[in-house]
T-cell receptor, first 114, second 115 residues
Framework: DQQVKQNSPSLSVQEGRISILNCDYTNSMFDYFLWYKKYPAEGPTFLISISSIKDKNEDGRFTVFLNKSAKHLSLHIVPSQPGDSAVYFCAAIDSGGGADGLTFGKGTHLIIQP | DAMVIQNPRYQVTQFGKPVTLSCSQTLNHNVMYWYQQKSSQAPKLLFHYYDKDFNNEADTPDNFQSRRPNTSFCFLDIRSPGLGDAAMYLC??????????????FGQGTRLTVV
């Protein structure tokens, strides 16, 4: 049973516009969330994270929003650039639960169109 | 410079023939992880080492083993690969385990093909 869900396998956005990638989770014990970006033939690279004590974290063009009551988080990229075309993975962890690895979603392939 | 290095990038092995994938890190991180990612699926944690302590996920098949001879190196051994074990295998490291959380650094992965 998938505990982290990214329901959009792909998303196409025009260059310069906002990209919004969504992620839902089912485990209410998750208290830390991360977004990873993956180019073809490369490993995932860390992008941005958020603790459950916050509802927003911003880093340059990237902002992550967390809605705990809805068990939903989103990654906003604005403005979108061609180099943002990649697969984006949402990941979560229950830091107090003894499970020490990240639980990943299946990823969303973001395509930035010129 | 690459900080988490996986070798080889591509590995072809025969059905039932043992295979070893390797991972090395220059970060001196305490924790090393192995993930399996099948096509269009989420990366799935197989096991991890915290220093020399081995932690196996409950649903990781016995066919998968790991060794960590020192801080820098970690190996994934598949004793008898089946066709269903064809996947991308990702190695990752992190400085600490649990809070305060630090992000995991991933290698480029090894794509395993079983013929």
């Amino acid at each position: 049973d998938q505990q982290v869900k990214q329901n959009s396998p792909s998303l196409s956005v025009q260059e310069g516009r906002i990209s919004i990638l969504n992620c839902d989770y089912t485990n209410s014990m998750f208290d830390y969330f991360l977004w990873y970006k993956k180019y073809p033939a490369e490993g995932p690279t860390f992008l941005i994270s958020i603790s459950s004590i916050k509802d927003k974290n911003e880093d340059g063009r990237f902002t992550v929003f967390l809605n705990k009551s809805a068990k939903h988080l989103s990654l906003h990229i604005v403005p979108s650039q061609p180099g943002d075309s990649a697969v984006y993975f949402c990941a979560a962890i229950d830091s107090g639960g003894g499970a020490d690895g990240l639980t990943f979603g299946k990823g969303t392939h973001l395509i930035i169109q010129p | 410079d690459a900080m988490v290095i996986q070798n080889p990038r591509y590995q072809v092995t025969q059905f039932g023939k043992p295979v070893t994938l390797s991972c090395s890190q220059t970060l001196n991180h305490n924790v090393m992880y192995w993930y399996q990612q099948k096509s269009s699926q989420a990366p799935k944690l197989l096991f991890h080492y915290y220093d020399k302590d081995f932690n196996n996920e409950a649903d990781t098949p016995d066919n998968f083993q790991s060794r960590r001879p020192n801080t820098s190196f970690c190996f994934l051994d598949i004793r008898s690969p089946g066709l269903g074990d064809a996947a991308m295998y990702l190695c990752a490291t992190s400085r600490v385990r649990g809070p305060p959380m630090t992000e995991a650094f991933f290698g480029q992965g090894t794509r395993l093909t079983v013929v």
